[in-house]
């Protein structure tokens, strides 16, 4: 069984420079075929710090949405033709849907990118989830997992287990850091136990511990909507912590695969996108060619990218006596 962890990031380099977002616009307004993925809660919802005593039901959650302009530059940025727009998530369908899920033309992936929803078409309210086969009796996972999560929110005041359709975490972002963390310990020894059996692995992120099946990543998500639509000339790519590293190396073998084929097609119409941007929210370790201060910065690029004005630094919108936020990424 693999276990990912933060401290997995280690070998990474930390991100070269930061992200000069007037060359972002320049190279946006010139491309003809652009691609747009963003991470959610961290990217376009802001995180609060760990240690926030907000007690939570067992399987509960808290609904989130991005601060208001930033919806409005995702619903014109979705509104061109010229783009694809993704927002690739940890979260449920659920969630997702209900904060930016009647976005028009907006496609969704949840649970980290084991379930995706094509772009939503004009007039329609409902969406359709694609779940990915990757492998894993499931059911069985759950059953085993479960009983010993539940038992370890009952210890923790504040934590709580989240379900999507292709991983199961337990949450202990809400919890006094120090006993939240102990038990996670505790809790990685017992789950590395009791599901050794199965294809699946262990990823802790920040006050969160999930299981997921071994083949789960975002980048699946991200080659997947990516072989379904024609070859961009632009990418952007945006994310803040280690479950988003799988996106930006995809960009990457995406863009090496067309070289190569062009290479080897010579003189053929085989082409390589010419502007691609991988972004991480915050300067630290990442695969990512550049980065970002904050959740606020990336609302910025959004919306100058929409071609409105950006937020005023500290806008009300950030405010975070105002946004309730969810745990995952």
Known sequence: MKMDTLQSTSNLHVSAAPLDTDAVIEAYNVSKRRVIFVDFNGTIVMKEPTGKYHKREMLGTVGNKPPQETIKALSKLCADERNVVYVVSGDTENNIENAIGGIEGLGLASGNGGSISLPLESGKVERKWHNSNLGV??????????????????????????????????????????????????????????????????????GVIEVVPRKLNKGLAVKEILRNSDLPDFILCMGDDVSDEKMFTSVFSLIAQSSAEKVINSGGDTSVPNYAFTVTVGKKPSNASYYLGNAEDVANLLIKMSGDQALRKGSKSWDMDDITQSMFA
């Not at 006993?179 to 809790?187: C, D, I, N, P, V």
Request: hydrophobic residues 40%; aromatic residues 12%.
């Open 137 to 206: 009796d499931w059911d069985a996972v759950k059953n085993i997992a479960l009983p010993i999560l539940s038992k370890y929110t009952a210890r923790a005041n504040g934590s709580y287990v989240k379900l999507t359709s292709s991983s199961i975490g337990w949450s202990y972002y809400s919890c006094d850091p120090e006993w939240g963390s102990l038990l996670a310990s505790h809790l990685v020894v017992e789950m590395e136990n009791e599901l050794h059996g199965f294809d699946i692995r262990l990823v802790t992120l920040k």
